[in-house]
């Protein structure tokens, strides 16, 4: 038998072992014996034998059963071998794909005006289960590798580049293309996911986003129509003239048009800015600086650094609270008033504050809401504020915006499908009106804001600066940003936003996600729980019929389900759609209060909150449960965002985690705890140590006697 049939063989037969449909078999069949014979894949072989001949089977499949999607922005995955992974092959199958894009709907315009490429600072060094002996081309494999391998296929294309010399923000490289009129740009980045991850995200010549249809013309062009894909040297590429090299003169345009949008001269307040080891190092922090903000480094996270070794799970999130657990020490020993975060490629910005001799964590609806509200006051007091002044918001975002914008006479578009681009392609609609003069900003739940007009994605800089000089004046009368957000809730009503997800990984998580978001869109549905239902929105209904593409229809898959209302609540709604660039669905609550004396708000919020966690125990409960999982109470504890694989696999060995109190030796003890614990990445014990506490009354560390 030849050597290849062989691996084939003992592949199929090893797939067979696993519990997947065959379908997903019979792919990854077929683009493993395609990378092990086929030229293009010459040294990805030695890894691939090397997989299969360690009988990696879950591994294997995972990363061969699929092309990774290109989705509606782009791709975005872990990094490695194969076609369902990030890589060169997959990136420059991209960029190809994109190039004959631009080239049919531009022509000789698009080769003229070129593509930007921006990146960020990740690099590859997952070994497991690699062998690290053998020859690897993702082994510490970088944007900038990954920057360099998009722009020989552009230019062999024809394709002007413009290609920064260093890392730098994505809101940089929108404001870039709109600023050097090219036709498109690539941003190379995983934003915020864990170090495993890259990809690369496209963007149009107004610098956001493509939005249906026009997203499904370019995904069919790069997964249907890309035969051959072209290359040359890179070096040979600039001496030609087809890469160009840019950097310090835009970024000092950047930088001075961002510092445009301070709406006050208020700057006594002591910030600690955290870049979470990335790009923010080009934006957020010389911005600040520009305007004579007192800015001070982090020392532990201010490096630029893909491994984020620093960040709590290295989870480079301003979502994620724990991001803050390195720089938070800091801050309070310097005496700061505010800490300001921002994820790899600065998009979005994370808050906390010092609120009295308490530091308090902000949610990304928070943030928004004062963004919302300072901003409409300062230009309210400035006579800035006009007859057709607008804020444009997510649908899963706060309503609260909505609620504070119309009190000023300002409108609200508040009900856009999730992510940033439908903001950015209202903005271009503003523009074309004639009505951009009047934008407020833009603003989204999961930390993303902008405002003014020089991009079309989110800005964590300018955000940064609204909330420094907001925070400055507040200081001034002895308040923090919590007071005034206190203020607002009571005049306005406290609104209670959550967010959580169930995250479902591989083949058999796209299954499952599916099976959930079809019992959910076609079952009638009474309750979840004690909760009833008195409406379903299906985004996938109304206008536009028939949905403009297969992207649209994705985007769409959102449900929306209103419950009974409460004697003290104005309402409740859970949305539920699947993640657009994750293995997970996510669950958006909302619970909207009524305004209430300042005095009573303390006892408002804990009775919402209260009920918004029995919301997420039900309605997750019933998700498990359409799964065939029985799910224990405790798992509620547990890190959040844990695939539910990992968290069942807690549970079955916790009794034996808490078996190791009986090991005798406290370094064998702590070993072994290691061991059993690797599955959970980086900082494990802190990602369940709630759980086992609920069950054995103390901390797992203290409970094995680990804690010196």
């Known amino acids: 038998m030849h050597p290849t049939e062989e691996l084939i063989t003992r592949t199929r037969a090893g797939f067979s072992q696993l519990d997947i449909p065959g379908k997903y078999v019979d792919t990854a069949l077929h683009w493993i014996e395609t990378w092990l014979t086929d030229d293009a894949f010459r040294a990805y072989r030695p890894q691939i034998e090397h997989l299969i001949q360690s009988e990696a089977w879950d591994f294997l499949l995972d990363a061969f059963y699929q092309v990774i999607p290109f989705g509606t922005g782009g791709r975005r995955g872990l990094v490695g071998i194969g076609p369902n992974r990030i890589n060169p092959w997959t990136i420059q199958s991209s960029a190809q794909g994109h190039a004959q894009y631009l080239i049919k709907e531009y022509g000789e315009e698009a080769r003229h005006?070129?593509?930007?490429?921006?990146?960020?600072?990740?690099?590859?060094?997952?070994?497991?289960?690699?062998?690290?002996?053998?020859?690897?081309?993702?082994?510490?494999?970088?944007?900038?590798?990954?920057?360099?391998?998009?722009?020989?296929?552009?230019?062999?294309?024809?394709?002007?580049?413009?290609?920064?010399d260093a890392v730098r923000s994505t809101p940089q490289l929108s404001f870039t293309i709109r600023h050097l009129q090219?036709?498109?740009?690539?941003?190379?980045?995983?934003?915020?996911?864990?170090?495993?991850?890259?990809?690369?995200?496209?963007?149009?010549?107004?610098?956001?986003?493509?939005?249906?249809?026009?997203?499904?013309?370019?995904?069919?062009?790069?997964?249907?129509?890309?035969?051959?894909i072209k290359t040359m040297e890179f070096k040979a590429a600039c001496d030609q003239g087809l890469v160009e090299m840019i950097g310090e003169a835009l970024d000092q345009i950047?930088?001075?048009?961002?510092?445009?949008?301070?709406?006050?001269?208020?700057?006594?307040?002591?910030?600690?800015?955290?870049?979470?080891?990335g790009t923010g190092l080009t934006s957020v922090y010389p911005i600040l600086r520009k305007l004579g903000f007192d800015v001070t480094l982090d020392p532990r996270t201010g490096n630029l650094s893909g491994a984020f070794e620093n960040v709590t799970f290295n989870i480079p999130n301003p979502e994620v609270h724990q991001s803050f657990d390195t720089t938070l020490p800091f801050a309070q020993e310097i005496g700061a008033d505010l800490i300001?975060?921002?994820?790899?490629?600065?998009?979005?910005?994370?808050?906390?504050?010092?609120?009295?001799?308490?530091?308090?964590?902000?949610?990304?609806?928070?943030?928004?809401?004062?963004?919302?509200?300072?901003?409409?006051?300062?230009?309210?007091?400035?006579?800035?504020?006009?007859?057709?002044?607008?804020v444009v918001k997510t649908d899963v975002t706060t309503s609260l915006i909505a609620a504070i914008a119309e009190a000023h006479g300002v409108s609200c578009i508040g009900d856009l499908l999730v992510g940033f681009k439908y903001i950015g392609e209202e903005m271009n609609k503003l523009?074309?009106?004639?009505?951009?003069?009047?934008?407020?900003?833009?603003?989204?739940?999961?930390?993303?804001?902008?405002?003014?007009n020089y991009a079309r994605d989110k800005d964590a800089a300018g955000a940064a600066i609204w909330m420094a000089e907001h925070a400055a004046e507040l200081k001034q009368s002895g308040q923090t940003l919590l007071d005034q957000l206190n203020t607002i809730y009571a005049t306005y009503g406290y609104c209670h936003n959550y967010l959580t997800e169930i995250r479902l990984l591989g083949a058999r998580g796209m299954d499952q996600i599916q099976k959930i978001m079809d019992h959910l869109r076609e079952s009638e549905?009474?309750?979840?729980g004690d909760f009833g239902v008195t409406r379903r929105v299906d985004r996938w209904q109304g206008a536009p019929q028939p949905h403009l593409?297969?992207?649209?229809?994705?985007?769409?898959?959102?449900?929306?389900?209103?419950?009974?209302?409460?004697?003290?609540?104005?309402?409740?709604?859970?949305?539920?759609?699947?993640?657009?660039?994750?293995?997970?669905?996510?669950?958006?609550?909302?619970?909207?209060?009524?305004?209430?004396?300042?005095?009573?708000?303390?006892?408002?919020?804990?009775?919402?909150?209260?009920?918004?966690?029995?919301?997420?125990?039900?309605?997750?409960?019933?998700?498990?449960?359409?799964?065939?999982?029985?799910?224990?109470?405790?798992?509620?504890?547990?890190?959040?965002?844990?695939?539910?694989d990992d968290k069942m696999k807690y549970f079955d060995i916790e009794e034996n985690i808490a078996a190791l109190k009986t090991m005798a030796d406290k370094t064998a003890r702590r070993k072994a705890l290691e061991d059993m614990l690797i599955f959970l990445g980086a900082n494990p014990v802190q990602k369940i140590d709630q759980a086992f506490a609920a069950r054995y009354g103390q901390g797992l560390m203290a409970y094995l006697e680990l804690n010196e």
């Not at 308090?360 to 919302?372: A, D, K, M, Q, V």
Request: proline share 6%; glycine share 8%.
């Open 113 to 164: 005006r070129g593509v930007v490429l921006t990146y960020d600072v990740r690099i590859f060094t997952r070994q497991a289960p690699y062998n690290p002996d053998l020859p690897n081309p993702v082994m510490n494999l970088t944007c900038r590798q990954l920057a360099e391998a998009a722009a020989v296929v552009y230019a062999a294309n024809g394709i002007k580049v413009f290609m920064y």
């Open 182 to 228: 090219a036709i498109s740009g690539d941003m190379f980045s995983a934003s915020h996911n864990l170090p495993t991850d890259n990809g690369k995200k496209v963007y149009d010549q107004y610098g956001g986003q493509l939005i249906p249809p026009h997203d499904q013309i370019l995904v069919d062009e790069v997964t249907q129509r890309v035969t051959a």
């Open 254 to 277: 950047y930088q001075n048009t961002v510092a445009t949008l301070s709406l006050s001269g208020a700057r006594d307040v002591k910030l600690v800015y955290s870049p979470l080891h």
């Open 340 to 390: 300001l975060s921002t994820d790899p490629d600065a998009d979005r910005i994370g808050v906390m504050l010092d609120h009295h001799g308490t530091w308090t964590f902000l949610s990304g609806n928070e943030i928004g809401i004062l963004l919302t509200h300072y901003g409409i006051q300062k230009l309210k007091a400035a006579g800035q504020l006009k007859a057709d002044s607008i």
């Open 431 to 452: 523009t074309v009106e004639g009505r951009m003069e009047g934008f407020v900003l833009g603003t989204e739940e999961s930390h993303g804001y902008l405002m003014g």
């Open 525 to 528: 549905i009474a309750a979840f």
């Open 549 to 644: 593409s297969r992207t649209d229809t994705s985007s769409r898959n959102v449900l929306i389900f209103h419950l009974v209302n409460l004697p003290d609540t104005r309402s409740l709604r859970i949305t539920v759609r699947p993640s657009g660039t994750e293995p997970k669905i996510k669950m958006y609550f909302e619970i909207l209060g009524k305004p209430c004396p300042p005095e009573q708000l303390p006892a408002v919020r804990e009775q919402i909150t209260a009920i918004c966690a029995r919301m997420e125990k039900q309605l997750m409960q019933y998700c498990y449960h359409l799964l065939g999982v029985d799910f224990p109470e405790r798992g509620f504890l547990l890190f959040w965002q844990l695939p539910l």
